[in-house]
């Protein structure tokens, strides 16, 4: 039998069985409301350092009234965000990078293969290809929607310096309110 094309074999995930919903996708992400960009967990494998999840593609994506008008389309950022999202979401579960937030680092040989569109359901599947703990994840990832791959590519997560970030935003809000 050929090897799959696929990250993780279809046929292993159940849709009526997830390992996590949103609510224990918010214990490992912090990302809320328009930003949440996966439905549920579906699949996770220790030993080769992959997981899988799915994204309900609904009528009510924040994106659905401007892109565009008459044909939303699932903007390929959003794609992207997605698989960062689940990537983040099997980091932290994890512990793989020792950060408190896992941010986008970077993208490689992404490639856009098909549409996403309302009524969609996305799955997606990462693989951890490198883990440099307190510097860096690297993992494979894909897009695919009945069983076509839509997006795929390389992605890099980086600890996020919270400490610095909330510094920085402080400083910038108290000048704003100086100014003003």
């Known amino acids: 039998m050929a090897k799959s094309k696929f990250i993780i074999d279809p046929a292993l995930l159940d849709f009526d069985h997830p390992i996590a919903d949103i609510e224990g996708i918010r214990e490992m992400n912090p990302q809320r409301f328009e930003m949440e960009q996966l439905t549920a967990i579906l699949y996770e494998d220790l030993d080769e350092k992959s997981c899988a999840a799915f994204k309900e593609i609904t009528e009510n994506e924040f994106w659905v009234r401007g892109h565009m008008p008459g044909m939303p389309l699932m903007p390929g950022v959003v794609m992207l965000e997605a698989a960062a999202q689940l990537s983040s979401y099997f980091t932290q579960k ?67 310096p919270v400490e610095a970030v909330e510094s920085l935003l402080k400083t910038r809000n108290s000048l704003l309110k100086t100014r003003n």
Do not use: S, W, Y
């Not at 490198?130 to 980086?158: P, S, Y």
């Open 94 to 160: 994890h512990d793989l990078l020792g950060a408190e937030i896992v941010g986008f680092g970077g993208l490689d040989d992404v490639r856009f293969r098909g549409v996403v569109t309302p009524g969609d359901k996305l799955v997606l599947m990462v693989k951890m290809i490198k883990n440099r703990r307190g510097r860096m994840i690297v993992a494979a990832f894909q897009g695919v929607v009945d069983n076509n791959i839509v997006v795929e590519g390389t992605l890099r997560g980086i600890p996020i």
